[in-house]
């Protein structure tokens, strides 16, 4: 039986969603929106011939509803749904540290509720998302969750508590390659290739070896040792980062990252 999805705001990660969710051939009229701005919601029932509802009308009837807002928003969201929302559904936030004790305690009994944390490549179908069921979600309802994202890249199931590790690295994690790649373009401009060229050969020199380290059976170490010569170039360069301490940077950044993370959902 095909699944009734309703989207609580829809924003960046709302629409990548939504679009996800219908390229993979859920029917539209098996989905509704919800937004606060007027104009977007206008914006994505022309773009996406789906329907627009408020928030209490969206989730009644749903099966699945996700959770689409800034965290800030949350609370205010799931009092808002919690008296319509059906007591066989299942509720998903993607909501950067809200736990699904607080989705628990805002929610009428027996409402499943799942964490899990997207990332932005999920609007070119290839998301990672890393999800947690709540406690008692059945498989069947966890099954369900997982399919729906799976129309946005690839799912993680998760421990809750590793939820910060998650958001530090798949979260947060795209920012850290496009900070990558924002050096690999400066230091070729640098030696003169033109901004176009040294954007391309950056982006596909990270999408050849993201597709390398995903299919291959080897270490990321592996990898880069096999594209490093002796006394070579890449020698060259791995050796002034590790002078730099650049490595040790990154590492120190992303458990910045997930301390973060645990510092925005609060005391457990
Ligand atoms: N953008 C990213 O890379 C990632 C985002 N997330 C999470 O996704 C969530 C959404 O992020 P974005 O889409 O980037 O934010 P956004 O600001 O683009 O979208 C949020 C949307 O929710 C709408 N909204 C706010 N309150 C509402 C309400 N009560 N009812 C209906 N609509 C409401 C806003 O008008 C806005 O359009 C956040 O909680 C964030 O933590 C998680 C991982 C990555
Ligand atoms: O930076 C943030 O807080 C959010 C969560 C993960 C990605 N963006």
Known sequence: MTQRIAILGAGVMGETLLSAI??????????VISEKRADRAAELRAAHGVD???NAEAVAG???????????????????????????????????????????????DGVAVVRAMPNTPALVGEGMFGVSPGPGVTD?????????????????????????????????????????????????????????T?????????????????????????????????????????TTFDDRGVKDGLVAGVVAAAARSAELSGPA
């Open 140 to 196: 069947q309802q966890l099954a369900a969750v997982v399919s729906l994202l799976e129309s946005g890249g690839r799912v993680a199931v998760v421990d809750e508590s590793l939820q910060d590790a998650v958001t530090a690295v798949s979260g947060s994690g795209p920012a850290y390659v496009f900070y990558l790649a924002e050096a690999m373009i400066a230091g070729g401009v640098a030696q003169g290739l033109d901004l176009d």
């Open 22 to 31: 219908l390229a993979s051939g859920h029917p539209v009229d098996q989905v």
């Open 52 to 54: 627009v509802a408020d």
């Open 62 to 108: 749903a099966d699945i509803v996700l959770l689409v807002v800034k965290p800030q928003d949350v609370p205010a969201l799931l009092d808002e749904i919690a008296g319509s929302v059906s007591p066989a559904a299942t509720v998903v936030s993607l909501a950067a540290g809200i736990r699904t004790d607080t989705m628990r305690a805002a929610l009428p």
């Open 198 to 238: 040294a954007r391309t050969l950056a982006a596909q020199t990270l999408v050849g070896a993201a597709k390398l380290l995903s299919e291959s059976p080897d270490t990321a170490e592996e990898l880069r040792r096999r594209v490093t010569s002796p006394n070579g170039t890449t020698h060259a360069a791995i």
